[in-house]
């Protein structure tokens, strides 16, 4: 069951942007048949805004895991969260302050994002860096599954 769901959507602007291909298609094919040129680049925007939709990556906390996009991360190895409110928090924790180790899930489109620490000693990679409008939101139900998990495995010693 899930804890905690977020789509991490395209902005309004990208799909504004990405609305230049049509003129760019209509210039191309006009010359050859203006009719032919608008079909194309009416499919390709709606292609283009397809694609945007489909590999917009979803976060999704469950009582045992942390997925972001295609990686999962059991909340057992999941470590300290540090919300990064603010672009400029992001900004540095994606520029000098970038550990090369780290996992990330970065939309451009999104000014802040999470840190979680890996507490997995086999695990090379330090840290997972991930963009979501919430922070806060997604630390605080990460650690309030991971107090739920060190409760049950309080009660049930064979985990």
């Given amino acids: 069951m899930s804890k905690y769901r977020e789509r991490l ?26 009719i032919v040129g608008v079909i194309l ?6 292609g283009c805004c397809a694609v945007l939709v489909w ?4 976060i999704e906390v ?3 895991q942390l997925a972001v996009g295609s990686a999962r991360l059991p909340l057992v190895f999941a470590g300290d969260a540090t919300p990064l409110t603010t672009k400029e928090a992001t900004r540095l924790a994606v520029g000098p302050e970038l550990d090369a180790r780290a996992w990330l899930c970065l939309r451009g489109w999104v000014g802040t994002s999470l ?11 330090p840290y997972w860096l991930f963009s979501t409008r919430q922070p806060n939101d ?15 495995r309080g009660v049930d010693s064979s985990w």
């Fill in 9 to 34: 959507w395209p902005a309004p602007w990208i799909f504004l942007g990405s609305a230049l291909i049509l003129p760019a298609v209509i210039l191309v094919f006009a010359p050859i048949n203006f």
């Fill in 41 to 46: 680049a009416v499919a390709l925007y709606l």
């Fill in 55 to 58: 590999a917009s990556p979803v």
């Fill in 62 to 64: 469950t009582e045992s």
């Fill in 115 to 125: 840190r979680i620490n890996i507490d997995d000693p086999n695990d090379p990679v």
């Fill in 138 to 152: 997604v630390a605080r139900v990460i650690a309030d599954a991971r107090e739920e998990l060190r409760r049950a």
